[in-house]
């Protein structure tokens, strides 16, 4: 047999090999954590043990972070009366994070809230609409720029409190990936509890189709392609209640005035590499409002979002305008661009289309 034969006969087998594989192995883990229902689905060889070490490392990170189970980091710090406390390298790594966050957000995210979301009862699930008086003596109390973090040890004034709800599950979600990313793991899906967390693409090496909720009812908003990133969504309507005259007040509150944020916002998604930013800043965002989103995002960048307001429009980041297809053809889609028209005075969604 010539060379050239034998050459086309390997080349044939090879494709014919390549067509019978079966299909990747594929690990699946779904459990309750963080008071939420997470599901993890990865791809590839040993890709279970990898979930179940990614699992257990949400598990013990809730332990350290739970603002209710006594015996957890935030627990002894709410708890310590004034007194410096010693945390867990990860609380600590968290806390940094928040506080910066804080910062950066000009305080639109709050780690010292909790106070103030006992009072509506968004803690217990005892709701109920608390005073103006007594929000105003709450929020004495609360400022994270009175946090003192000092390497591992935390010390609050008497009276204040932590709450890292609000980043907690986009870090754990960073960690679960680093550790499924150590087990070798190179294409997974993490959804926790609608942070969702995508590791490489596809087995078949196409980006994730993801799915983002409709903040005004069933079925989602739209498609999202995405690969190696968090795509992490906040809005009042995932956690609230509906008052006896009607009102219906939303877990995520405004630091300014204690109550529900109101900001014209119906959801927020950000797209980001990490998803401790994207948890971050779906929930401060959510508190700016869409004008003050907006110029967050062209100052700072590293970032994409995809805003819902509450009159219905939908504002997508230049970033991922292509990768995001509404379900409904007639939706109103606004693109945000980095660039200021000379011309025009103000921000352009024209010259992309
Ligand atoms: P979820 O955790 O429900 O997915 P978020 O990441 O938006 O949603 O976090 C909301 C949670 O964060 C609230 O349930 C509350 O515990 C806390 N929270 C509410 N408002 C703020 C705020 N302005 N800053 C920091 N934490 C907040
Ligand atoms: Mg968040």
Request: with cysteine.
């Amino acid at each position: 047999m010539n060379r050239a034969l034998c050459a086309l006969l390997c080349a044939l087998l090879l494709t014919l090999c390549a067509c019978a594989a079966p299909e990747p192995e594929e690990a699946q883990a779904s459990f309750f954590a963080m008071n939420t229902y997470m599901t993890m689905t990865a791809y590839g060889a040993n890709a279970q043990a990898a979930v179940d070490r990614a699992q257990a490392r949400i598990e013990a990170l809730e332990s350290l972070w739970s603002v209710t189970q006594e015996g957890s980091d935030i627990y002894a710090v709410n708890h310590a009366q004034g007194q410096p406390v010693a945390v867990h390298e990860e609380t600590a790594a968290l806390l940094s994070f928040a506080l910066d966050m804080a910062e950066e957000t000009g305080g639109a995210l709050e780690p010292t809230l909790y106070p103030v979301l006992a009072a509506w009862g968004f803690t217990t699930d005892a709701h109920r609409v608390p005073e103006e008086a007594e929000l105003a003596a709450l929020l004495e109390n609360v400022d994270y720029a009175r946090v003192r973090l000092q390497g591992e040890n935390v010390q609050l004034d008497p009276g204040m409190m932590l709450d890292l709800g609000a980043v907690g599950k986009g870090y754990a979600g960073d960690l679960a990936a680093q550790a499924l990313r150590e087990g070798g793991v190179e294409s997974a899906l993490l959804n926790l509890g609608g942070n969702v967390q995508a590791i490489g693409a596809r087995p078949d090496g196409s980006p994730w189709r993801l799915e983002l909720p409709n903040p005004f009812g069933e079925g989602g908003l739209g498609l999202l392609l995405a690969q190696d990133c968090a795509v992490i969504t906040s809005g009042n309507y995932e956690n609230y209640f509906v008052a006896e005259d009607g009102t219906v007040y939303g877990h995520i509150l405004d630091p300014e005035t204690g109550r529900p944020a109101d900001s014209g916002l119906a959801s927020v998604t950000i797209v980001a590499q990490e998803g401790r930013l994207g948890d971050a800043l779906s929930t401060s965002l959510f508190v700016m409002g869409a004008q003050r989103a907006e110029a967050f995002w062209r100052e700072r960048g590293g970032f994409d979002m995809i805003l819902v307001t509450q009159a219905g429009e939908i504002l997508v980041t230049e970033g991922i305008a292509d990768a995001f297809t509404p379900y409904e053809d007639q939706a109103a889609v606004r693109v945000l661009t980095r660039e200021v028209r000379a011309d025009a005075g103000h921000f352009s969604q024209e010259n992309l289309e």
